[in-house]
């Protein structure tokens, strides 16, 4: 079964950087587009970015991350990363990785959820 642990995330100044990665393990993500989701206290997942399988690996993101935040894969590897620039205490959250979902599938999800990495920006 496939397994994803995500990695990198800690606490950060506001205006900080981080980068995100996350390794499947398992199998491989072959065909798939990933994407990355975050959850803060209180509030519901929310996807955050998402990349597609093919060489043009083309990204989408959700409005309030557009041009600080970029998603990237090494497919060779089965590697999602997530570069994480200007943050702001609104985006501490648990930051996850997995396939990109509708959000009817969260809570039963093809591929379990990991474990996450916190996000922590401080002001």
């Known amino acids: 079964q496939v397994q994803l642990m995500e990695s990198g995330g800690g606490l950060v100044q506001e205006g900080g950087s981080l980068r995100l990665s996350c390794a499947a393990s398992?199998?491989?993500?072959?065909?798939?587009?990933m994407a990355w989701y975050r959850q803060a206290p209180g509030k519901q997942r929310e996807l955050v970015a998402s990349?597609?399988?093919?060489?043009?690996?083309?990204?989408n993101y959700t409005d309030s991350v557009k041009g600080r935040f970029t998603i990237s894969r090494d497919n060779a590897k089965n590697t999602v990363f997530l570069q994480m620039n200007s943050l702001k205490p609104e985006d501490t959250a648990v930051y996850y990785c997995?396939?990109?979902?509708?959000?009817?599938?969260?809570?039963?999800?093809?591929?379990?959820w990991g474990q996450g990495t916190q996000v922590t920006v401080s002001s």
């Open positions: 997995n396939l990109h979902m509708n959000p009817a599938r969260y809570t039963s999800p093809y591929v379990p």
């Open positions: 990349i597609t399988w093919g060489w043009r690996h083309i990204t």
């Open positions: 398992g199998s491989a993500f072959s065909g798939d587009s």
